[in-house]
């Protein structure tokens, strides 16, 4: 006979989002201070500088941020002098985003940082280890973009 009751300490989507949460509160301490970004801006940040010049739907189907908070942080981004907003010659409808001078040599000045950060986070791990977790939260995401959850009762 299966044991059908809900743990919530055992159950594994409460533990994913419970242990994002605490990393990511971690991290938003150190952008925070060191740079005054919220989380959402320096996502914007970061995938603008990787996928340049991208829209603001491109980084929130990155990221799977919202549309408002993709919005306000691309907002302020831009307020900052940090992102650039160019018209998208395809889509009247949308901007494309890339990163000025100043918001170039601030993701500079971070990646150091962040990747400092997931050091002293993973650094407990060996090198196999974070190779099978990053293989598994991988498996996670395919499972739930394809659907599979949706199918079950």
């Known amino acids: 006979m299966t044991d059908n009751r809900l743990v919530l300490q055992q159950f594994l989507p409460y533990r994913l989002v419970v242990t994002a949460t605490l990393v990511s509160e971690a991290v938003a301490r150190a952008y925070?201070?060191?740079?005054?970004l919220t989380i959402p801006e320096w996502r914007v940040i970061a995938i603008t500088a990787e996928e340049a010049p991208v829209t603001q739907a491109g980084i929130?189907?990155?990221s799977r941020m919202d549309k408002v908070?993709?919005?306000?942080?691309?907002?302020a981004l831009v307020e900052r002098g940090l992102i650039e907003r160019q018209p998208n010659p395809e889509?009247?409808?949308?901007?494309?985003?890339?990163?000025?001078?100043?918001g170039r040599a601030m993701y500079e000045a971070i990646a150091p940082?962040?990747?400092?950060?997931?050091?002293?986070i993973f650094g407990q791990f060996t090198p196999a280890e974070l190779e099978t977790l990053r293989g598994l939260l991988a498996r996670i995401d395919a499972t739930v973009l394809a659907g599979a959850v949706?199918?079950?009762p």
């Open 113 to 120: 940082k962040a990747l400092a950060i997931e050091a002293a």
């Open 60 to 62: 929130g189907a990155v």
């Open 32 to 36: 925070a201070d060191l740079f005054g």
């Open 69 to 75: 908070t993709v919005s306000r942080a691309a907002i």
């Open 91 to 102: 889509d009247k409808r949308s901007h494309l985003l890339a990163l000025s001078d100043a």
């Open 150 to 152: 949706a199918e079950r």
